[in-house]
């Protein structure tokens, strides 16, 4: 199993600005969630997809949009890009989170200036 | 909306057991307990989860306590690899399993 991999590594955007980050789930997961973590903190969730249907959001206003395609990989879009969306951005994929877990990328750290 | 408390930081001493400890004393019923840790410049690693029952896999043992307030992590041999900031979260089984993190413990392993 590859895990995930996410792309690119690191990302600099100016402010209004839109982004697009991708991501590639480990072999036979169907399910892919987008965490934002700032300097420090933990990180926040922001949606979740499940055999390309959103099936869950967390607090992120809708300038923050995804997409799973049928092979679940899935993509991050970001509009109208803002100093505070300066992060990593963790993606991670499952298949039965509950018994295994998530798997986590390593993150794509998008500065905003 | 993190519903756990953990000391922010800790120090062990490379070889002996790290515990770390978490409280969640307004757990429900029906939430389990899991512990994802974070090296430096990586994603969150699944450590080991559980809802009532002591586990232990390959990397830890997960205490929990027998009023399901707190539990405690052990790491039962620490190395230098297992300097990481160390999440505990709870959370229920249903759709949209988001996780909530908190602030962590940041663990740091000395030789």
Redesign the interface.
Known sequence: ETGVTQSPTHLIKTRGQQVTLRCSSQSGHNTVSWYQQALGQGPQFIFQYYREEENGRGNFPPRFSGLQFPNYSSELNVNALELDDSALYLCASSFSAFLYGYTFGSGTRLTVV | D?KTTQPPSMDCAEGRAANLPCNHSTISGNE?V?W?RQIH??????II?GLKNNETNEMASLIITEDRKSSTLILPHATLRDTAVY?CIVRV?Q??????????TRLTINP
């Open positions: 993190a389990y899991y994802y410049s990586q994603g969150p690693q699944y989860h999440y089984y759709g949209a399993q988001k996780l909530v993190f908190g602030q962590g």
